[in-house]
């Protein structure tokens, strides 16, 4: 069992920034892929990034690429998603999670989710 706490969502104006954070729990955490979900009112949960375990790797879904940056410091625990040029679309509530699969976009494949951390992105 592993328990993922999300934090830093909030709200903030088109083209702004938020950096999120996801803690985790246990001594396994470099064991772990981690990648970052969201869901936005009335839609799927759909794939943001994900990370390797040694944090040397990364994959962005189109639609965030160039703007955020995921990254994870296995001393810490901690999981993090630097959010640049933020757009209204963007608005979501943000999840962080864990899996073994590397070749992967979908949830399914992810087992350990945090409780999540609202983002809202005004016009």
């Known amino acids: 069992q592993v328990v993922l706490v999300e934090s830093g969502g909030g709200l903030v104006q088109a083209g702004g920034s938020l950096r999120l954070s996801c803690a985790a729990s246990g001594r396994t955490f470099s064991s772990y892929i981690m990648g970052w979900f969201r869901q936005a009112p009335g839609k799927e949960r759909e794939f943001v990034a994900r990370?390797?375990?040694?944090?040397?790797?990364?994959y962005y879904a189109d639609s965030v690429k160039g703007r955020f940056t995921i990254s994870r410091d296995n001393t810490k625990n901690t999981l993090y998603l630097q959010m640049n040029s933020l757009k209204p679309e963007d608005t979501a509530v943000y999840y962080c999670?864990?899996?073994?699969?590397?070749?992967?976009?979908?949830?399914?494949?992810?087992?350990?989710w945090g409780q999540g951390t609202q983002v809202t992105v005004s016009s």
């Open positions: 999670a864990t899996t073994t699969t590397w070749t992967t976009v979908s949830a399914r494949d992810y087992y350990y």
């Open positions: 990370i390797s375990r040694n944090g040397y790797s990364t």
